[in-house]
T-cell receptor
């Protein structure tokens, strides 16, 4: 079975541009979460989606948005990119909506560089 | 807000030696996860602990959640080069995982 897949793996964008990151969860998983990881830090929670509805949002500006499609894949969109948005963006899928008692599976991440 | 503190931040260990990484929470933990990350890559699941006093082992890695459920430790016995990487603890809280900053482990040959 395929694991969590993210695309693209690497991306270079200019300040002010828009970016879309994609994630396909493990088959059968209905929950997808997005995290931002800046170099040298732990991941920071951005969003969680379950059954196509937003079920949690971290402390990120409105420039960040996401959605989940009927096939449970997900997109993370970031508008008006800033240099500080440069980070590794991680997608995690899980079977249940809550992480209590269930393992989260992570993709390899998308490395975004804003110049 | 709930925070997790990991110690040490980095660790250099001679191959074959034992080591321990700690994760401390300011609040009671209801689910504690340990993951390993290679530089710039995704996270690989190691252990999940839920009950106070719980201890789990996989190969040479053992994780414990203390009785009061506010601290966890990860112990590696007879370290190998394959153990090198960044170890992250995460705590389940509502619909998200809160993460420690990570412990960078380097194994010297």
């Amino acid at each position: 079975d395929a694991g969590v897949t993210q695309s693209p793996t690497h991306l270079i964008k200019t300040r002010g541009q828009h970016v879309t990151l994609r994630c396909s969860p493990i088959s059968g998983h209905k929950s997808v979460s997005w995290y931002q990881q800046v170099l040298g830090q732990g991941p920071q929670f951005i969003f969680q989606y379950y059954e196509k509805e937003e079920r949690g949002r971290g402390n990120f500006p409105d420039r960040f948005s996401a959605r989940q499609f009927p096939n449970y894949s997900s997109e993370l969109n970031v508008n008006a990119l800033l240099l500080g948005d440069s980070a590794l963006y991680l997608c995690a899928s899980s079977f249940q909506i809550s992480y209590s008692g269930t393992e989260a599976f992570f993709g390899q991440g998308t490395r975004l560089t804003v110049v | 807000s709930q925070e997790l503190e990991q110690s040490p931040q980095s660790l250099i260990v001679q191959e074959g030696k034992n080591l321990t990484i700690n994760c401390t929470s300011s609040k009671t933990l209801y689910g504690l996860y340990w993951y390993k990350q290679k530089y710039g890559e995704g996270l690989i699941f190691l252990m999940m602990l839920q009950k106070g006093g719980e201890e789990k082992s996989h190969e040479k890695i053992t994780a414990k959640l203390d009785e009061k459920k506010q601290q966890s430790s990860l112990h590696i016995t007879a370290s190998q080069p394959s153990h090198a990487g960044i170890y992250l603890c995460g705590a389940a809280f509502n619909y998200q995982l809160i993460w420690g900053a990570g412990t960078k482990l380097i194994i010297k040959p």
